[in-house]
């Protein structure tokens, strides 16, 4: 059973206009919430993050948005950028640490 | 930033050897490390959890006698892929925090791809 879930496997946005990728959660226990960008043949990049305690946070282009009682998170990019296109995963963790738990990505194409 | 370096970043090997993957921080110590695995147009799936100085935590389905699992030093973590099969085959990944407990992101290494022939 998926913990997290990135229901939409890709997204393609114009260079400019606003990247929205959406993250779905089941365990009441996650607390950490993280997002990831990977290129092919690369380890994941670390973005942005957030705790339960915010509901919002902020850097730069990125912004990551937490909604606990619907269990979903999402990551707003703008105004995007053709180097923005890779694959974006949200990750979460709960008490036990720093161990994540990945969702399956969402393949983002910004197109110039 | 934390840095963490993974080295093969490819290998080749042939079907019944082992292969070795290290994993190092670079510019801070790690007393937990952990590795993944990524299997072609999915997640990062954990396979387990390392801790300096003591036996590694797998997943369930990890077989812990294929994938050997060693974290001898704060900056380094080993993963040995023994008697590898074609469906070893994979992405793997590890990553490092820079806190044990807490809130702080993982840090990854960018990852060895593994072919099996």
């Known amino acids: 059973d998926q913990q997290v879930k990135q229901n939409s496997p890709s997204l393609s946005v114009q260079e400019g206009r606003i990247s929205i990728l959406n993250c779905d959660y089941t365990?009441?226990?996650?607390?950490?919430f993280l997002w990831y960008k990977k290129y092919p043949a690369e380890g994941p990049t670390f973005l942005i993050s957030i705790s339960s305690i915010k509901d919002k946070n902020e850097d730069g282009r990125f912004t990551v948005f937490l909604n606990k009682s619907a269990k979903h998170l999402s990551l707003h990019i703008v105004p995007s950028q053709p180097g923005d296109s890779a694959v974006y995963f949200c990750?979460?963790?709960?008490?036990?640490?720093?161990?994540?738990?990945f969702g399956g990505g969402t393949r983002l194409m910004v197109k110039p | 930033g934390a840095v963490v370096s993974q080295h093969p970043s490819r290998v080749i090997c042939k079907s019944g050897t082992s292969v070795k993957i290290e994993c190092r921080s670079l510019d801070f110590q790690a007393t937990t490390m952990f590795w993944y695995r990524q299997f072609p147009k999915k997640s990062l799936m954990l396979m387990a959890t390392?801790?300096?100085?003591?036996?590694?935590?797998?997943e369930q389905g990890v077989e812990k006698d294929k994938f050997l699992i060693n974290h001898a030093s704060l900056t380094l973590s080993t993963l040995t892929v023994t008697s590898a099969h074609p469906e070893d085959s994979s992405f793997y990944i590890c990553?490092?925090?820079?806190?044990?407990?807490?809130?702080?992101?993982?840090?990854f290494g960018n990852g060895t791809r593994l072919t099996v022939t």
């Open positions: 365990n009441s226990m996650f607390d950490y």
């Open positions: 990750a979460a963790s709960g008490n036990a640490g720093n161990m994540l738990t």
């Open positions: 390392s801790n300096e100085g003591s036996k590694a935590t797998y």
């Open positions: 990553s490092a925090s820079v806190k044990v407990q807490g809130r702080s992101p993982l840090h």
